[in-house]
């Protein structure tokens, strides 16, 4: 179950003289296009304690929704989980397999460079799983295609406006209706087949 941003804030801030909840969490970033999907799949992990939808890796601070494309930044969700319930090597299965690796362009209906994949690592073991979470992929291969998703190291993480937060249960119809008409299963299903969106629990 996804813990509001309220709740989980008061939460940091009543165990923060013991530090428990700092030492059994732990942050993974996914570019996966679209947040709202991004964050709505993640959500269905367990493990997973709360999403936030925002921007990373461009060139200016502060993005907003206006103006993340023009400054080079990627949409992208930081996930906060129990290691204790799902591990990061978790994580980088359901991510893939929630995502078309194999494009360079974008995803699904949306274009360009802020629709992109990437796995934003956040240590150096982050890092080495991510690598070779990608090598694994790259040897056994994909139909037709070249694995394209960038690994980099996370830079700063700038939260999107609160009407993008749990967009998809803000505005299910909306929402379900988007990410129909954008292609996002068909497509996911098309590259992993049985394995499509594996690990999420309403797949």
């Not at 749990?166 to 497509?187: A, E, F």
Request: proline share 4%.
């Amino acid at each position: 179950m996804k813990i509001s941003r309220t709740l989980l804030i008061a939460s940091i801030i009543a165990l923060a003289p013991l530090k428990s909840f700092a030492q059994n969490t732990a942050i993974a970033t996914f570019a996966g296009g679209c947040f709202w999907c991004v964050e709505s799949d993640f959500d269905n992990v367990p493990g997973v304690l709360t999403t936030i939808s925002g921007y990373t890796g461009g060139s200016s601070d502060n993005p907003t929704y206006k103006n993340h494309m023009r400054d080079g930044h990627r949409e992208v969700v930081q996930i906060t989980y129990d290691p204790e319930k799902v591990s990061y090597q978790q994580l980088l299965h359901v991510f893939w397999r929630s995502v078309d690796p194999t494009d360079a362009g974008g995803q699904f209906c949306d274009r360009g460079h802020s629709y992109t994949t990437a796995i934003y690592t956040n240590d150096e073991q982050q890092q080495e799983l991510a690598l070779a979470s990608k090598k694994e992929l790259t040897e056994q291969g994909l139909p037709g295609a070249e694995i394209v998703t960038q690994i980099e190291a996370a830079a700063q993480f700038w939260p999107a406006e609160d009407y993008h937060q749990d967009y998809y249960l803000k505005n299910p119809l909306r929402y379900k209706l988007y990410r129909k008409s954008c292609g996002r299963d068909k497509r996911v299903e098309t590259v992993w087949g049985e394995m499509a969106r594996d690990g999420i629990a309403d797949h």
